[in-house]
């Protein structure tokens, strides 16, 4: 790409490690993931697909200054980790990839509204260990004959199916959040910062978004975005901004 950035110069090192964090999480569960950048105005956009959860997952970073050439390409996850140098709050952009198909299929730029039913932090936490310690119990239980990938699946998906509180949101889209750091603090050392809702007028920090055929969780360290069962369009790409 013509004229894009060689580096990234991050708001501070917190902005950086947290970055890594989010990176080092995804390759977790895939040692070559992938993830598609977006930067425009002092922001960068990093989108990720942790496979089994089947849910877009989305980290925003503060730039340290607007880029001057926006910034949109898809490169190696772990390419971009190593590349990552917290105390100098700096990342080198490698060189672009031939990204995956979900890479060409984001959540729409607008149209976002507040959607009701989602439980409070406590109970949303809840509601993912008790799915965990179900299915624990229920893989604990099976007859050494039928403890196959095929039946684990299969009890897989019949609870992460299910869906949130009085919401359309499945299970498996909250388990990812958790899993990926986005519904507890990212830098442990830091006490967390107090709820937006606190404020008049301010966003609630979990909330639960509807465009068109796309739910998306958002919390104040990432956001989660999946398709609706059974929608179609609304396609685009999600605006560049902090969460």
Not at 31 to 59: I, T
Request: proline share 11%.
């Amino acid at each position: 790409m013509s004229g894009r950035p060689d580096q990234l110069h991050f708001a501070d090192s917190g902005e950086a490690a947290d970055l890594a964090a989010f990176l080092g999480r995804l390759l977790h569960y895939d040692r070559a993931a992938a993830v598609r950048l977006q930067a425009g105005g002092g922001a960068l956009a990093v989108f990720g697909r942790p496979p089994s959860f089947e849910v877009l997952a989305v980290r925003t970073a503060r730039l340290a200054a607007p880029v001057a050439v926006p910034l949109d390409l898809t490169v190696s996850a772990g390419e971009l980790l190593e590349s990552v140098e917290e105390a100098s709050a700096l990342a080198a952009v490698p060189a672009p990839v031939t990204g995956p198909a979900w890479a060409g299929v984001l959540p729409p730029r607008g149209g976002w509204k507040q959607v009701p039913g989602l439980p409070g932090p406590e109970a949303i936490g809840e509601a993912v260990a008790a799915s965990v310690a179900e299915f624990r119990a229920r893989d604990e239980a099976l007859p050494p004959q039928h403890r196959t990938r095929s039946e684990r699946d299969r009890i897989g998906r019949e609870i992460w199916s299910r869906t949130l509180g009085d919401t359309e949101l499945p299970l498996r889209a909250v388990h990812a959040a958790q899993s990926l750091g986005f519904l507890r603090p990212v830098r442990s050392t830091v006490p967390p910062a107090p709820a937006p809702a606190t404020a008049p007028g301010a966003p609630d920090p979990v909330a639960l978004l509807a465009s068109g055929s796309w739910l998306r969780l958002r919390t104040p360290y990432g956001s989660v975005a999946m398709r609706r069962p059974g929608g179609a369009g609304g396609l685009g790409a999600l605006q560049v901004r902090p969460l």
